[in-house]
C-alpha cells in the first residue's frame, strides 16, 4: 500500500461549476505533484507542491490552482469546469529530489457533464 | 523540453514468452528515466528507475531495463510473461533539477497483452 490516499474516488460535475480534490500524501514526503490522466493517454504533470509553496506547473491554465497544507496535504481546485477537465486526476507523493520514488494515489475520476 | 515517446500503444505475447516495451527519450542531457505500471482503476506503480548509476536497472517483477546513452532508449524487459503483468505501462522522464521532487513527464503509454 502506497499510503497516498485520494477523495472523492469518483465525482460528476456540470460544466461551469468549481470541483476540489483532496490528496494525503505519504507520511514524511514533503512534496506532492498533481497529475491529469485523459482516458487512453498518459498522466499530464499540472503542477507540484514543495514545503506549501507551488514548485513548478505544467501547461495548464489558472483556473487549476492548489494548495498545500502544513500537514503536506494537498487540494487541487478546478473552477469553470470543462467537458475536457474530464480525466483521472493523480496524485503523487516524494521526497525532494529528481530521483526519489513518487508514490501514487488511485486518482479521482472527474466526469463534466 | 523532455519527452519519451513509447512505440506501440499495444503489444501482445504469449504467456512465458520475452516481454520487450520500447521507449526513447529526448532530452539534451541524460535525465532520470522511470518505468511505470498501472493496473485497471489504480493509480501507478514504480516498476524501476535509472538514475545515472548502473546501466542495467532491476526492478519488482523480474522487469529490467537498460538505459543506452548512444540509442536515447531505455527499454523494458522481462524474459517471461505472466498472466499478471497484462496491464498498462509507462515510461517517465524527470529532469536533473535540484529542489522539489520529480515532475515526471509521460509517454503514452503501452497497454500489454498476456495470452494463454
Known amino acids: 500500500e502506497t499510503g497516498v490516499t485520494q477523495s472523492p474516488t469518483h465525482l460528476i460535475k456540470t460544466r461551469g461549476q468549481q470541483v476540489t480534490l483532496r490528496c494525503s500524501s505519504q507520511s514524511g514526503h514533503n512534496t506532492v505533484s498533481w497529475y491529469q490522466q485523459a482516458l487512453g493517454q498518459g498522466p499530464q504533470f499540472i503542477f507540484q507542491?514543495?514545503?506549501?509553496?507551488?514548485?513548478g506547473r505544467g501547461n495548464f491554465p489558472p483556473r487549476f490552482s492548489g494548495l498545500q497544507f502544513p500537514n503536506y496535504s494537498s487540494e487541487l481546485n478546478v473552477n469553470a469546469l470543462e467537458l475536457d477537465d474530464s480525466a483521472l486526476y493523480l496524485c503523487?507523493?516524494?521526497?525532494?529530489?529528481?530521483?526519489?520514488?513518487?508514490?501514487f494515489g488511485q486518482g479521482t475520476r472527474l466526469t463534466v457533464v | 523540453a523532455q519527452s519519451v515517446t513509447q512505440l506501440g500503444s499495444h503489444v501482445s505475447v504469449s504467456e512465458g514468452a520475452l516481454v520487450l516495451l520500447r521507449c526513447n527519450y529526448s532530452?539534451?542531457?541524460?535525465?532520470?528515466l522511470f518505468w511505470y505500471v498501472q493496473y485497471p482503476n489504480q493509480g501507478l506503480q514504480l516498476l524501476l528507475k535509472?538514475?545515472?548509476?548502473?546501466?542495467l536497472v532491476k526492478g519488482i517483477n523480474g522487469f529490467e531495463a537498460e538505459f543506452k546513452k548512444s540509442e536515447t532508449s531505455f527499454h523494458l524487459t522481462k524474459p517471461s510473461a505472466h498472466m499478471s503483468d497484462a496491464a498498462e505501462y509507462f515510461c517517465a522522464v524527470t529532469p536533473l533539477r535540484a529542489g522539489g521532487g520529480n515532475k515526471l513527464t509521460f509517454g503514452t503509454g503501452t497497454q500489454l497483452k498476456v495470452e494463454l
Open positions: 503523487a507523493s516524494s521526497l525532494s529530489g529528481g530521483d526519489t520514488e513518487a508514490f
Open positions: 507542491y514543495y514545503r506549501e509553496e507551488e514548485n
Open positions: 532530452s539534451s542531457v541524460p535525465p532520470y
Open positions: 535509472y538514475t545515472s548509476a548502473a546501466t
